[in-house]
């Protein structure tokens, strides 16, 4: 099971191979920390394309709204604020936290469609059908709890 560690950037000098190890056969990844303050991450390829996959479908998407907004009526964009504000305040949080808590389901949705990805990507290589998903969910809901 991948295990996210923290590393102090000293150690990760002293021990690279090893980290390197973990990371590519293991599939850890490391926060690599100065001071106690984060300074890097080294995580294996696949989790980094996947994260360059999600950035480059955040910044369309980012993109696709400010091309929206580019031909939005000023007066539309002020009632969808005001609309916002009327939520914000029936939730009793400010505007920014609602916009927070939208961000997070969004990044929340975000790692499930990577997770439904890796899932595919994983059922193609191993030739899987859906029925065979079933069938192993069902026989590890079987197996006893402490086998």
């Known amino acids: 099971m991948a295990v996210l560690k923290k590393i102090s950037a000293m150690k990760a000098r002293q021990n690279l191979g090893q980290l390197l190890n973990e990371v590519s056969i ?3 990844s490391f926060i690599i920390e100065r001071a106690g ?3 890097a991450a080294l995580v ?3 989790r980094f394309q996947l994260l360059q996959e999600d950035q480059s ?3 369309q998407a980012l993109k696709k709204v400010w091309e929206n907004m580019a031909g939005a009526d000023p007066q539309e964009i002020q009632e969808a604020i005001v609309e916002a504000e009327k939520i914000a305040k029936g939730k009793n949080c400010t505007r920014s936290e609602l916009m927070r808590e939208a961000l997070r389901r969004y990044i929340a949705e ?3 469609r990577r997770l439904q990805r890796y899932g595919l990507k994983k059922a193609k290589e191993l030739s899987l059908k859906e029925e065979d998903v079933q069938r192993f969910i069902d026989e590890y809901r ?3 709890a402490d086998a």
């Open 26 to 28: 293991r599939g850890d």
């Open 37 to 39: 303050k984060p300074l």
């Open 44 to 46: 294996d390829m696949e």
């Open 57 to 59: 479908f955040a910044l």
């Open 110 to 112: 975000m790692e499930l």
């Open 142 to 144: 079987a197996e006893p």
